[in-house]
T-cell receptor, first 109, second 114 residues
């Protein structure tokens, strides 16, 4: 079966750095996405990786290793507004997105 | 632009009743999707449409039907609701500009089936 694993919840301090990991086992791979979802709101796109390596976008970076079935999202200089759930999703061989359950990130002052 | 709109925002529905969740996008995206999101689970695909006039079944299609008469609208119908269909429903659309095919989500419909 297809599986996306992420930690259920993480806590970090304002101004710090946090790394959210995602491991996947899917039938085929056509890219990995990270989305942010604030409580009660819709998911919004953060990043996309299809080749191995690091993609940087401001305070957020995403890393992919296809051979290890592994990705992480790195958030720097954490702000209170970063409190949200972070969803990892992999596009499989049928070009459908398989979603992880999400990691709830709690930022403390 | 509005992006994707969904209606209603929330609904309480008696078991056995039918209901249509509406979804409209103004981005002229070819592909559209319906997901349900339940606590502790990832988004699960119910139905999708790659282009107007075509639809396909996702991971959890039973009890739901869709139609795609035009590019903008993608309604989801529950023919006879059951309590297990209590969930938050998200509509999404995507284009393939640049090959990334990012999905954009509507605000969601919160459905409670009693």
């Amino acid at each position: 079966g297809q599986n996306i694993d992420q930690p259920t919840e993480m806590t970090a301090t304002e101004g710090a750095i946090v790394q959210i990991n995602c491991t996947y086992q899917t039938s085929g791979f056509n890219g990995l996405f990270w989305y942010q979802q604030h409580a009660g709101e819709a998911p919004t796109f953060l990043s996309y990786n299809v080749l191995d390596g690091l993609e940087e976008k401001g305070r957020f970076s995403s890393f992919l290793s296809r051979s290890k079935g592994y990705s992480y999202l790195l958030l720097k200089e954490l702000q209170m507004k970063d409190s949200a759930s972070y969803l990892c999703a992999v596009r499989d061989s049928n070009y459908q997105l398989i979603w992880g359950a999400g990691t709830k990130l709690i930022i403390k002052p | 632009t509005a992006g994707i709109t969904q209606a209603p925002t929330s609904q309480i529905l008696a078991a056995g009743r039918s209901m249509t969740l509406r979804c409209t996008q103004d981005m002229r995206h070819n592909a559209m999707y319906w997901y349900r999101q339940d606590l502790g689970l990832g988004l699960r695909l119910i139905h999708y449409s790659n282009t107007a006039g075509t639809t396909g079944k996702g991971e959890v299609p039973d009890g739901y039907s869709v139609s795609r008469a035009n590019t903008d609208d993608f309604p989801l119908t529950l023919a006879s609701a059951v309590p297990s269909q209590t969930s938050v429903y998200f509509c999404a659309s995507s284009d393939s500009t640049g090959g990334v095919e990012t999905q954009y989500f509507g605000p969601g419909t919160r459905l409670l089936v009693l």
